[in-house]
């Protein structure tokens, strides 16, 4: 009869699709059998209950398949041997085949969860803007979202500074996965909460129905800012197991951070190799054209009409990051219902002076050149100078890229601050950072902390 439940669990594959035979087939083992009953083992209730509920019917037919008869499938849980009495509402149509449950006395039950925990039903992919700044982190997302669990993408990584839209990449990938798979257990936890959860777990001696939680039930996990987990040696270890037993059973896991996961202080080396052995994706800040067009966006969620100027007034002084645009949106909103008044210019000049600067801070090209010198740790004069020493000729070209992109200056006027050069030397130089920003992650880092450090 074992050879016949393996066969059965072969065709079920083929039927149900590799992701649902992984989490919710394959672990079910045959135990024992008589003329008319099959004995099968299932890790838990709630294991039992959504087979049960969701795949009675196809076992049966399955195994009458195979048989050429009905037979009655008890389940029993882990090493449970009491008797089955309980028979399946799902079943009881057809009083030749039945599914009995083996009651269980387990001491820390496990409650039904919702198909997607913690996820934001407003967070999806049609309302997030896509720009130049985000583009390869919405498309591994998406990726992600089409095809939760493929190896190339599993882990994903996805880091940048706060407010650039990491938290809405993780809720739009939970919910168009829960609207495409709906047998699918997403969790949308932050690391904080992992931690506190795990706290508890080791305080009240509940590790079985922590682990429950993490392991057994999700198959998505999408977790929030990683990096608080530095120094939290306890709980990057649970991490680590856990991450171990998903990726193991083709589970999907999308991690955020603020930073790489070899930027996380105190970050434990088992767990940063797992997290790069995914997919790396960074989010950076929008340029202007994306700013405005998220700010459009949201002022047209709020039911708010904003004229081009004052759109481009609140965008040039927010500095890139999303949630303070948010803010100043709620801010200018509530201000209007108070006052009784449009939102304008003159308006936003009045009330908002103390939320937004006078004016947006304009880069100089000197400016510039010593943040990038005091990042590289060389000095200016090395970094203007004429040496092509590997240490210098790299800063060089990130410092005249950064120049062109935020200041101004032409090609001949970059040139003159580095001391007289001609204008194709600079021309090459930010070449060659264009072309590493493509799939260079150490260079599109380094961008991205320096755009930081300039306010950017």
């Not at 039930?217 to 270890?237: H, Y």
């Not at 434990?268 to 994706?281: I, N």
């Not at 949201?298 to 303070?324: D, P, T, W």
């Not at 203007?384 to 005249?400: F, T």
């Amino acid at each position: 009869m074992e050879q016949i439940w393996n066969k059965v669990k072969g065709s079920l594959k083929e039927t149900l699709g590799p992701q649902n035979y992984a989490i919710w087939i394959r672990s079910i083992q045959f135990v024992s059998n008589t003329t008319d009953q099959i004995s099968l083992q299932v890790p838990n209730r709630y294991y039992r209950d959504w087979v049960q509920s969701n795949y009675g019917d196809t076992l049966q037919n399955a195994l009458r398949g195979e048989l050429g008869f009905p037979v009655t499938i008890r389940f029993q849980i882990g090493n449970e041997t009491v008797e089955a009495t309980t028979e399946s509402p799902a079943s009881s149509a057809d009083p030749q085949q039945k599914i009995l449950i083996v009651p269980d006395t387990e001491e820390l039950p496990v409650a039904r969860e919702p198909v997607a925990r913690g996820v934001s039903q407003d967070k999806i992919f049609s309302n997030f803007v896509v720009g130049t700044c985000n583009q390869f982190a919405h498309a591994a997302s998406l990726a992600v979202a089409e095809s939760p669990g493929d190896q190339q993408y599993n882990p994903l990584f996805i880091y940048g500074s706060t407010g650039l839209g990491k938290t809405h990449l993780l809720h739009a990938i939970g919910n168009h996965i829960k609207n495409v798979e709906p047998n699918s257990h997403i969790l949308y936890v932050t690391a904080e909460r992992f931690t506190n959860d795990l706290i508890d777990a080791l305080r009240y001696r509940r590790m079985s129905e922590f682990r429950e939680r993490y392991r057994k039930l999700p198959t998505v996990l999408l977790m929030d800012d990683v990096q608080f987990l530095t120094g939290k040696d306890r709980t990057q270890e649970e991490l680590f197991h856990t991450f171990e037993w998903l990726k193991e059973r083709g589970r999907q896991i999308v991690f955020t951070s603020d930073v790489l996961p070899r930027e996380i202080k105190m970050f434990e080396p088992r767990l940063r190799t797992r997290c790069e052995s995914g997919m790396l994706a960074d989010t950076q800040p929008p340029d202007m054209e994306t700013m405005l067009a998220i700010l459009q966006q949201k002022a047209e969620g709020m039911e708010m009409e904003l004229s081009s100027e004052l759109a481009q007034y609140i965008a040039s002084r927010v500095r890139g990051n999303i949630r303070e645009l948010e803010g100043v949106l709620n801010r200018l909103k509530a201000l209007c219902r108070l006052h009784k008044s449009q939102p304008t210019i003159d308006f936003a000049r009045m009330y908002l002076g103390n939320v937004l600067a006078d004016e947006p801070h304009l880069l100089s090209a000197d400016e510039i050149i010593q943040t990038v010198a005091n990042f590289f740790n060389i000095k200016v004069v090395d970094i203007k100078g004429k040496r092509r020493l590997k240490q210098y000729v790299r800063p060089r070209h990130v410092a005249m890229w950064i120049i062109r992109k935020h200041t101004d200056l032409s090609f001949p006027d970059i040139g003159r601050v580095f001391n007289d050069r001609d204008h194709a030397t600079v021309q090459h130089g930010c070449k060659k950072i264009r072309d590493l920003l493509k799939n260079d992650a150490d260079t599109q880092n380094t961008i991205r902390l320096l755009e930081r450090n300039l306010g950017r």
